[in-house]
Each structure stands twice: as structure tokens, then as C-alpha cells.
């Protein structure tokens, strides 16, 4: 695909060089907006207004939406105000919202500036919603039915008024704005009798979301129901917009990424990372490498304790990366695990006990195997094949119920406190990979020397 893309840029390019728009208009005219943003997005900035141009007026809508901040704004800058009107007026109003949302105040003066009446209401009016919540991603665009239509008045009205709605498949009934019940079009289509009237064929137990509900629960129910929309309305159950699925699809790639950020100890950025300059990279790092650092404090601290401990058997001191590594990777498998289930509502608090009861199971399994490797990894590798001195058979059984101890409660850690802090009000993926990796090589460190101790007679 990537290929294709650049096959595609060099094509687009040769013609506008040869100055051959006709054919470079034809060209852009058969391709989706999607990929002719992605080329459009790499051209050099002085390039960019003359082919964006040539697009035609409900294409160059579609790809303007596609494109990233920076681009658009470039383009905003280079537009007259016909020019500038003629995008807006193509544009969704959720489309709207999110390009004004990303744009600094001068360009939002003259974006609202040039859009009609009533898109700058309805701009204005999203715009008044929390950042994360079903309002902010909604839009006002859908068709809405009266009880009382015929389904022959009812297709007569969504052939009036669809052209400028985002999506017409679902239709809304609605009695004084209130939300009644909806209705699909393959319903109206399929309907024997064009005098039935819409509240005989609708369908009254409709699933909505609160302007206020946080978006990221809204699309939980995309995934759940499989909706292609999904109503939302006031506290007073009057509806006030829709959330389309291409809203919700973009929610939760967000929600993704920040987790999966979250989770590598790196704090959420705004961009793409390719439209990231080095020192912003550096911003999102260094705090988390920062704090983490000063956290290992502790597991120094526990060497120190345990100094004249390890000089009495030096060999322990070989075996303490494999311990720490294990136990690391043992608590972030069960905090991936359940910070996913939690993201998705799979799991929730109640849960805990049954958790940590499978994960006790896994533990013990996980530990007998890595114990038992272990075992012979030492003995023919670290003892017979290099000759290490100083192992013993209670040197080997140390580190063996050591590693078995500490998946143990490595896995108890990691199933336990993403849970917690999200009971808590804290985004359970901070407490995915640093946090856990952390505590759990202090523990590690510390079962190990209290095995040692009892064992060895440290």
C-alpha cells in the first residue's frame, strides 16, 4: 500500500510539472479521499493549494476532512473566502467541529466566519460540550420522522432532506424533539402498505447515550451492538444529535494509542509521532524516565541491605537479572491482560476475586515450568558448561523457589492494580508496565534473600 502511495505521489507530480491538469484532475477524480490526503499530506507546501484545487467541490470536502492540521490550516490560510465557504459548506457539522477544534484563533475566526447561520450555531453548540464527552463528537445531522407520517411521507422526506445528513439508513421519530423510537430505510422500502403510519413500524426501545456520557463508554456500545449510529439526547430524552460509527472507530484508535503510550511509561501526545519534533518527543519521555529512575531507588536500597548477604555468596549476584526480568514480564502480562478487559468493559471491579484466583492457577503452572527450566539451565549451563563456582544444589533450589514465589506474586500484582486505580479515579494504564515492573522486581529482590537466608544461612 505504501508503495502504491508513492507510485501514486511520483505520477501526480510528473503531471504537474508537464503542467497537465486535465489529466491530473481525471486522475484525483477516481481515487478515494482517504489515499489522496496521505499524498497530499507529503507534498512540499508550495504545491499543495494548486493540486487541492483541482479537485471538484464535494471531493475536495471529503479529502480536506481526511487531512492532517497542519495541512489544512496551510490551505485555510491560502483560500479566498468564496473558496474557504465553499469547503465549509460541504462539510459535516462534526467534520466542522473537529477542524476548528484543532485550528489557533485566527482561523477559527474566519472558518466561522464564512459558514452559514446556522452551521456556526450548531458549531458553537458542540463546541460547548466536555472534551470527552458524547457531545463533543456527535453531530446534529440525521433524519428525524414524525409518528404520524405515512412511510410514502416519510421516503418523501428523506429524499428532501438527506442530501445534507451524514447518515440516512437509521431514521429517528421524534414528537416535539423528544425521541420516540427509530426506524431504518430498508423498513420504509420493505413496508407492503405506503399508507402505514411510522408508529406502527417502528421500533420504540431505542439505546441512546446522554450528551454527557464519556465518549469512550459510547463507543463500548458501537462495539457491543455493532450500530452504525447511535442517538443522543438531553436530560429531558430529547434528541440532539447522533454518533456515527466513523466517530466512534476514531475514539477508540485514540483511546489506543494513549493506552498503549500510558503503558511505555510515556505521556499522551496530540500528533502522530512522524509530525512530532524531537524536543516534544523528548517532553512526553522524560518525565515517566525521570520518575522511574528515582523508583529504582528502592531496589538499591534492598542491595545495599543485603550486601554482606551477596559477598558471602557471590554467585546470587549472577542470578538477579534473570529474577527481575522474569518477575517483570510475568506482572506486565496480567496488567495487559486486564487493562485491556477493563478498556473494554470485560472486567470490572467485582471480578477482582475470580481474577486472582485464575491468576493463582496460571502462576503456580507458569512458576512449576519456569523453575523446573531453571533448574536445568543452571546446572548444565551456568555450572557444567561455564563452570561458574560457587553453585550448589542449595544455590539452585534457592533460585528455583525464588522464581516460582515471585510469578507468583508478580501475577497477583498485575492483575490487582489496574483495578484498584481505576477504582480509584486513576487511569488503570499507568499502572501497566513502569509502575508494576517496578514493584515487582523489589519484591522479587526481597523473596530472594529471604529464600537465600532460610536456605543458605545468609
Known amino acids: 500500500m505504501a508503495e502504491h502511495t508513492v507510485m501514486m505521489k511520483e505520477t501526480l507530480l510528473a503531471l504537474l510539472n508537464s503542467k497537465k491538469y486535465l489529466s491530473l484532475r481525471d486522475i484525483l477524480a477516481t481515487m478515494n479521499p482517504v489515499d489522496i490526503a496521505a499524498i497530499f499530506d507529503e507534498l512540499e507546501e508550495d504545491r499543495l493549494p494548486l493540486l487541492f484545487r483541482l479537485l471538484p467541490k464535494e471531493l475536495a470536502s471529503e479529502t480536506f476532512v481526511e487531512m ?59 463546541l460547548r460540550y466536555p472534551e470527552d464527552s458524547a457531545g463533543s463528537i456527535m453531530t446534529t445531522e440525521c433524519v428525524t420522522l414524525r409518528p404520524d407520517m405515512t412511510v410514502e411521507e416519510a421516503i418523501k422526506r428523506i429524499r428532501r432532506t438527506g442530501i445534507d445528513k451524514e447518515t440516512i439508513y437509521t431514521c429517528y421519530v421524534t414528537e416535539d424533539r423528544k425521541l420516540l423510537g427509530l426506524t431504518t430505510v430498508k423498513d420504509l422500502l420493505l413496508c407492503e402498505d405506503d399508507e402505514e403510519v411510522i408508529s406502527e413500524i417502528m ?42 460509527f466513523d466517530d466512534a ?92 478487559g477493563l478498556s473494554i468493559g470485560e472486567i470490572a471491579l467485582r471480578d477482582l476475586p475470580r481474577i486472582l484466583w485464575k491468576e493463582c492457577r496460571v502462576a503456580i503452572l507458569c512458576g512449576v515450568v519456569l523453575a523446573a527450566t531453571a533448574f536445568l539451565k543452571i546446572f548444565l549451563v551456568d555450572n557444567m558448561l561455564l563452570g561458574e563456582e560457587g553453585i550448589t544444589l542449595g544455590v539452585m533450589m534457592t533460585v528455583c523457589i525464588t522464581l516460582a514465589i515471585t510469578v507468583l506474586c508478580a501475577k497477583l500484582v498485575g492483575g490487582t492494580l489496574p ?3 481505576e477504582r480509584l479515579g486513576f487511569d488503570p494504564a499507568v499502572m501497566a508496565s513502569p509502575f508494576i515492573t517496578t514493584i515487582v522486581d523489589a519484591i522479587a529482590l526481597l523473596v530472594y534473600f529471604q529464600v537465600a537466608s532460610l536456605l543458605l544461612g545468609l
Open 68 to 126: 492532517d492540521p497542519e495541512a489544512q490550516e496551510l490551505l485555510i490560510r491560502g483560500f479566498s473566502d468564496s473558496e474557504l465557504k465553499e469547503v465549509i459548506d460541504e462539510l459535516y457539522v462534526d467534520d466542522a467541529v473537529d477542524i476548528v477544534e484543532e485550528m489557533p484563533a485566527n482561523v477559527v475566526r474566519r472558518i466561522l466566519g464564512q459558514a452559514d447561520p446556522e452551521m456556526r450555531k450548531q458549531i458553537n453548540e458542540i
Open 203 to 244: 421500533e420504540e426501545n431505542v439505546i441512546s447515550v446522554n450528551t454527557l456520557e464519556d465518549k469512550e463508554d459510547v463507543a463500548q456500545l458501537f462495539s457491543k451492538y455493532d450500530f452504525l449510529a447511535l442517538p443522543v439526547v438531553d436530560a429531558e430524552n430529547r434528541l440532539v444529535g447522533i454518533v456515527t
Open 249 to 340: 472507530m476514531d475514539v477508540i484508535e485514540e483511546e489506543v494509542t494513549e493506552d498503549m503510550e500510558k503503558m511505555a511509561a510515556m505521556l499522551p501526545s496530540e500528533k502522530p509521532y512522524m509530525r512530532l519534533s524531537t524536543f516534544e518527543v523528548f517532553k512526553n519521555r522524560i518525565p515517566w524516565l525521570m520518575l522511574l529512575m528515582v523508583s529504582a531507588t528502592f531496589t538499591g536500597m534492598i542491595l545495599n541491605y543485603f550486601e554482606n548477604a551477596l559477598a558471602k555468596q557471590i554467585v546470587l549476584t549472577s542470578f538477579i537479572p534473570m529474577l527481575m526480568d522474569t518477575a517483570g514480564n510475568s506482572g506486565s502480562q496480567t496488567s495487559v491482560t486486564i487493562v485491556r
Open 419 to 421: 483495578i484498584v486505580a
